[in-house]
């Protein structure tokens, strides 16, 4: 059964101080794994799409990496402004189907 | 600006009423999607929807239905609305064989009392 579980629940960072969440996922057929961000109350705003292990993706201080295993998120130099809840999702080569994971709510303190 | 916009951000309905949640894009997008929110669970697929009138079940079907008569309009609904649909309530769409993922709309919170 396809499975994504993120780590940590919830993180919190002082501004500047760089850090990473975390992403397994076990999926048959990996066709593409996605990160999105998410403020509250609010719908989830797609940020990255990953395909293959070793990819790496860049936007302002996010870079998302792939493992055959999992995936990681790294924030460099965060700003309180990054505060949000970021997703994880995959999609497996059975068809249409996204399974998200929970979340990781992150909380940047000035 | 594209957009994927649901009626109502939040709604309080009542037991055993039948409720109508809306959903419309203007991307001319294949697929369509409504997911529900929960706390600690992430989001988990209800239905979707790959062309018009086309609709397949997702992973928590139960309790739900939706309509598709036109392609940018993607209907939910709560046959017979109960607490346990207390929840919040996301429709998403993307096009046929595309990995940009899937566009979001605001969400609509529903309370059922």
């Known amino acids: 059964e396809d499975q994504v579980t993120q780590s940590p629940e919830a993180l919190r960072l002082q501004e500047g101080e760089s850090s990473s969440l975390n992403c397994s996922y076990t999926?048959?057929?990996?066709?593409?794994l996605f990160w999105y961000r998410q403020d509250p109350g609010k719908g989830p705003e797609f940020l990255f799409t990953?395909?293959?292990a070793g990819e790496e993706k860049e936007k302002e201080r996010l870079k998302a990496t792939l493992t055959k295993k999992e995936s990681f998120l790294h924030i460099t130099a965060p700003k309180p402004e990054d505060s949000a809840t970021y997703l994880c999702?995959?999609?497996?080569?059975?068809?249409?189907?996204?399974?998200f994971g929970a979340g990781t709510r992150l909380f940047v303190k000035a | 600006d594209v957009k994927v916009t649901q009626s109502s951000r939040y709604l309080v309905k009542r037991t055993g009423e039948k409720v109508f949640l809306e959903c419309v894009q203007d991307?001319?997008?294949?697929?369509m999607f409504w997911y529900r929110q929960d706390p600690g669970l992430g989001l988990r697929l209800i239905y979707f929807?790959?062309?018009?009138?086309?609709?397949e079940k997702g992973d928590i079907p139960e309790g739900y239905s939706v309509s598709r008569e036109k392609k940018e309009r993607f209907s939910l609904i709560l046959e017979s609305a109960s607490t346990n649909q207390t929840s919040m309530y996301l429709c998403?769409?993307?096009?046929?064989?595309?990995?940009?993922?899937?566009?979001f709309g605001s969400g609509t919170r529903l309370t059922v009392v």
């Open positions: 929807s790959y062309d018009v009138k086309m609709k």
């Open positions: 999926v048959s057929g990996l066709r593409g």
């Open positions: 990953l395909y293959s």
């Open positions: 991307m001319d997008h294949e697929n």
């Open positions: 998403a769409s993307i096009k046929m064989d595309s990995f940009y993922g899937y566009t």
């Open positions: 999702a995959v999609q497996g080569s059975g068809g249409f189907k996204t399974i």
